[in-house]
């Protein structure tokens, strides 16, 4: 048996479902990497690309192909956020994060509509998913929550709960109960997260010693 074909296999099973040990790893990793960000800590991106490549299998496994394709998507993100990360650590030795400015929360509202129903229709034109809407929704909620993510965007936060709130019905809908649970332990990651970007963002804006440049996305 090959690495691939064994991934798949199941590890165990969670209320009569066979959780897999693509799923089961790809989420370790992906609780992983929600720690890690929590932390500013750059090593989340790499994380977040070998539970990206887990997950990939396990998503074409269970017929997700929206999943599936952000997954692969998500590990090209991740790698422009490394690249970013890296350049703001390198420029002020930390990643200082910020609120987005009124014309940016626009622009990710925007993206986040209008990806998702042209994605939608590209899922069900070419049969690629059995929930066009909600993997679509999944799919361009996490591409502009790590975008938001690697310009350091308290907001990112905000996209990842609404992400995870589609994503609980759709992966237990799926077969996938074990990611659905996971999904609810990020809930509670997701709020813990975004009460610690909100506090670092504020005592950022009101130190004396803050320059311009401490205050700029990376």
């Known amino acids: 048996m090959d690495i691939f074909s064994w991934l798949n296999t199941p590890a165990f099973e969670l209320l009569g479902r066979p959780v897999p040990y693509s799923d089961l790893f790809g989420n370790v990793f992906a609780l992983l990497t929600v720690v890690l960000a929590l932390r500013r800590n750059i090593l989340s991106w790499p994380v977040q690309i070998l539970g990206s490549i887990l997950l990939f299998s396990a998503s074409m496994s269970a017929g997700l192909g929206g ?8 590990v090209a993100a991740a790698i422009w956020g490394w690249t970013q990360w890296r350049k703001s650590k390198a420029e002020s030795g930390s990643v200082t994060v910020r609120w987005a400015s009124r014309k940016e929360r626009v622009l990710l509202i925007v993206a986040l509509l209008a990806g998702t129903a042209l994605f939608a229709s590209i899922l069900h034109i070419w049969n690629l998913s059995w929930s066009p809407i909600p993997d679509a929704y999944i799919f361009i909620g996490s591409l502009v929550a790590m975008y938001a ?3 350091a965007i308290v907001e ?16 237990v809908s799926g077969g996938l109960v074990f990611s659905g649970a996971v999904y609810l332990i990020f809930l509670v990651m997701v709020i813990i997260g975004l009460r ?16 311009a440049s401490d205050l700029r996305a990376p």
Do not use: E, H
């Open 196 to 211: 610690d970007w909100a506090r670092r963002s504020r005592q950022t804006a009101s130190s004396p010693y803050a320059s």
């Open 149 to 151: 993510q690697g310009r």
């Open 67 to 74: 999943n599936a394709s952000r997954q692969v998507v998500i």
């Open 156 to 171: 990112f936060w905000f996209v990842w709960l609404a992400v995870d709130l589609v994503g609980i019905p759709l992966a």
